[in-house]
């Protein structure tokens, strides 16, 4: 059975707020395996568990057809809500029964959100709606990242590191998927014509604001307010007030480089 983690309309709206698009190596990834299997220019392109858009908006700038699902009606509300490319339309759908007729997709991609599904029932969906020749790019990112600003990138990646392993606590049993570098989901993709690449870096933009927006939409923290409000509010105020003072700045509107390890299984049927 899915995971149903993103459904309140509080959480989406943080989500779309402060979650991050697939950043320039990863789409360019995407895009060269495309390049080389022949897949463009493809008919329709499907973007499965797209929460509140970010992904979709990515793939609706190269390719004339992109339909995001999601499970949750809050998330795609806040993607309907975003500005985008009239290319662009959005269902509400869990990943295990798209309303797709056989054979008629010919790009399907997730982006962080595979380990939340029901894998062995969405890869028989990915098998049924996949055209032949078609393809598949299910990406995440990791809990590999890391702060750079000035010569105090160090001690910002450790405070950052700190908040996270205080969330890890609560995180939910699919995040092994995550921290296996979505082995089980290469495994489970049943084209043979697969592979799995573990090594894609991206630098996002952000500002103090923005990494603390991050931690604040991710599952865990989710998790960690039902459970403790107070501590996990102050969690990421804490956590705010250390990064300004490791920058020697007041503005947590002051830029930072996040970067962030990617995870790509990509597969052609």
């Not at 797209?50 to 992904?55: A, E, K, Y």
């Not at 459970?227 to 990064?243: C, G, V």
Request: charged share 25%; hydrophobic share 40%.
């Amino acid at each position: 059975m899915a995971t149903q983690m993103f459904e309140g309309r509080g959480h989406a709206a943080v989500y779309q707020k402060y979650r991050f698009a697939p950043g320039k190596e990863l789409q360019q990834t995407i895009l060269g395996y495309l390049q080389e299997k022949r897949v463009n220019p493809a008919e329709l392109v499907v973007d499965v568990g797209c929460g509140s858009g970010q992904g979709t908006r990515f793939l609706a700038e190269h390719f004339k057809k992109v339909v995001g699902t999601d499970i949750s009606k809050a998330q795609i509300q806040e993607a309907r809500d975003a500005p985008s490319l009239p290319s662009v339309s959005y269902l509400v759908c869990p990943a295990e029964e798209l309303p797709f007729e056989n054979a008629s997709v010919d790009l399907l991609t997730s982006f962080t959100a595979a380990h939340w599904f029901d894998i062995e029932k969405f890869m028989r969906e990915v098998n049924r709606v996949v055209k032949p020749g078609g393809c598949v790019a299910i990406s995440t990112y990791t809990v590999d990242m890391s702060l750079r600003y000035g010569n105090c990138s160090e001690k910002l990646t450790k405070v950052f590191r700190e908040a996270w392993d205080q969330l890890l606590k609560y995180s939910h049993e699919r995040v092994k998927l995550v921290l296996e570098d979505y082995k089980g989901i290469f495994e489970a993709l049943p084209f043979p014509d697969k592979k799995r690449i573990t090594d894609i870096f991206d630098k996002i933009p952000m500002t103090v604001a923005g990494v603390v927006g991050y931690l604040e939409s991710a599952s865990p923290y989710q998790a960690f307010m039902r459970n403790d409000p107070e501590a996990a509010k102050s969690l990421l105020q804490e956590t705010e007030k250390r990064m300004l003072e490791i920058m020697g700045v007041s503005s947590y509107e002051t830029p930072v480089e996040f970067w962030v390890r990617h995870v790509c299984v990509l597969g052609c049927k």
